[in-house]
């Protein structure tokens, strides 16, 4: 059993419903200790009992195909709580053991699970009791499941925070749903290939970024300095509109040189990137933003940059100052970010 993206999962089960096939997911709603697998980690199985994903690295998965395979044929919702004993934790990892609540259910209609596959960022709220749910995007809200006002806004949150999560409707009857939330990846632009960066971009992918470098200097962009990132030598503004930042991208500007950083904050304030932040002093900041007023950007766009970049945790080395642009690039994700 191979460890599958959520993206592939959804996708072998997407073409199972389209073949005809009976399918159910499996999704994990809840860990309490150490669970090998986090909340919205997903298993598709079909009706001849083939599979991908996980919901427990291993230790739980002949258990919970069973009743995926019960569900497919009697077309009923199950919970399953599961305790992972020490022993079990340790052959898949984990220092101990914990608890994982699994919510079985038939895979959507092709067309919702078409939607499911292709369409980013979307969530699906599904009533945990008869297994019923909604569509919930940015925009709009489909699907017979008529979910309350503040149940859609705690959904859109949950994209926000692209963290798969169960609610009850406090407001209301108190139904308790799952929120799943398929978003388009993580990334971030990095502006110039510094020291800074060559500490900042490893933390960001561990925290799961798709990392870029920009920097159209040849020598400070290499495969040498930046393993396994992808680079650009374009200039910094023909950069970032072929990379289309969206509302999953941070850019960080750090190259301290205006010819560099000014061009590709000029496109990234005009984007829809969640965070944007820049190098540099509250004086060098002052320099830049009399610059991008000149070139037409509003007070509004330019109070988007976080500058100085970073949260003010006493930053002095390298490493120290990608943990602080980090932490904030997280905080602002969260939105948690403070106005400086």
Not at 133 to 159: E, H, Q
Not at 214 to 231: H, I, M, N, Q, S
Not at 309 to 322: F, T
């Amino acid at each position: 059993m191979a460890d599958v993206d959520t993206d592939d999962v959804i996708g072998q089960a997407s073409d199972w419903v389209k073949a005809g096939k009976g399918v159910a997911l499996a999704t994990v709603i809840g860990t309490w200790g150490s669970s090998p697998r986090p909340v919205g980690s997903q298993l598709a199985i079909d009706g001849d009992g083939a599979f991908v994903g996980s919901v427990s690295g291993g230790c739980i998965e002949g258990a919970v195909i069973g009743e995926a395979l019960q569900t497919i044929k009697d077309g009923k919702v199950r919970t399953l709580d599961f305790g992972v004993s020490d022993e079990q934790a340790w052959e898949v990892g984990l220092a101990c053991g914990g608890n994982i609540k699994i919510f079985v259910e038939q895979a959507a209609d092709p067309a919702t699970m078409k939607r499911l596959q292709t369409e980013r960022p979307i969530a699906q709220v599904t009533d945990l009791a008869t297994g019923t749910y909604a569509i919930v995007t940015p925009n709009d809200v489909s699907g017979s499941l008529k979910l309350s006002d503040a149940v859609i806004a705690r959904a859109r949150d949950t994209i926000r925070d692209d963290v798969s999560r169960s609610v009850k409707d406090e407001a209301g009857d108190g139904t308790e749903y799952f929120i799943r939330v398929f978003n388009t990846p993580l990334r971030m632009i990095v502006v110039g290939a510094v020291h800074i960066s060559q500490a900042l971009v490893p933390m960001a992918q561990l925290a799961g970024y798709a990392c870029t470098v920009v920097d159209p200097r040849g020598a400070f962009a290499t495969k040498e300095r930046f393993p396994g990132v992808t680079l650009s030598e374009d200039w910094t503004d023909d950069a970032l509109n072929q990379l289309k930042p969206d509302a999953r991208t941070a850019i960080i500007t750090l190259t301290h040189d205006p010819k560099l950083d000014d061009p590709a904050l000029e496109v990234a304030l005009q984007s829809n990137a969640f965070y944007i932040g820049a190098l540099g002093s509250s004086r060098t900041h002052a320099k830049r933003v009399a610059r991008l007023k000149e070139a037409g950007l509003t007070d509004t766009q330019i109070a988007r940059i976080g500058s100085p970049v970073g949260l003010d945790i006493g930053a002095k080395s390298p490493a120290e100052i990608a943990i602080s642009i980090l932490a904030e690039v997280v905080a602002a994700k969260h939105g948690k970010a403070k106005v400086k």
